[in-house]
């Protein structure tokens, strides 16, 4: 039921003055009860991660040891991502709650 989400990758426009070797995209991730849709996505190195909050709760995306993004309810954050590899991340506050970036150079 989440596939329909899956695929929406949008071209990040504007960004002048930032040196961007190739086109950097902005991956979209909703979070619908407590659950990050898509929960595993492929990006590369300079893209950007837009995790959409649709739920009435507080989420993070938080990288074990790593970068914490806070999702206030109804609200979006975003993370540039600088380095290849893959990281698993959880809410802070739903464990439960889990996902995955590969990042490829
Ligand atoms: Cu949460």
């Known amino acids: 039921m989440f596939a329909s989400r899956a695929a929406i990758v949008l071209l990040s426009v504007?960004?002048?003055?930032?040196a961007a070797p190739s086109q950097a995209e902005t991956i979209l991730v909703a979070i619908d009860r407590l659950?990050?849709?898509p929960a595993e996505v492929?990006?590369?190195?300079?893209?950007?991660i837009?995790?959409?909050?649709?739920d009435v709760?507080?989420?993070t995306a938080?990288?074990?040891?790593?970068?914490?993004?806070?999702?206030?309810?109804k609200k979006s954050g975003r993370l540039v991502l600088k380095e290849a590899g893959s990281f698993d991340y959880t809410c802070r506050y739903h464990p439960n709650m889990k996902g995955r970036v590969t990042v490829r150079p």
Do not use: C, F, M, Q
Request: charged share 25%.
């Open 35 to 37: 659950v990050y849709s």
């Open 50 to 54: 837009e995790w959409i909050n649709k």
């Open 14 to 18: 504007g960004a002048a003055g930032i």
């Open 57 to 59: 709760l507080v989420h």
């Open 42 to 48: 492929d990006a590369r190195v300079g893209d950007e």
């Open 62 to 73: 938080t990288v074990k040891g790593g970068a914490e993004v806070l999702l206030p309810a």
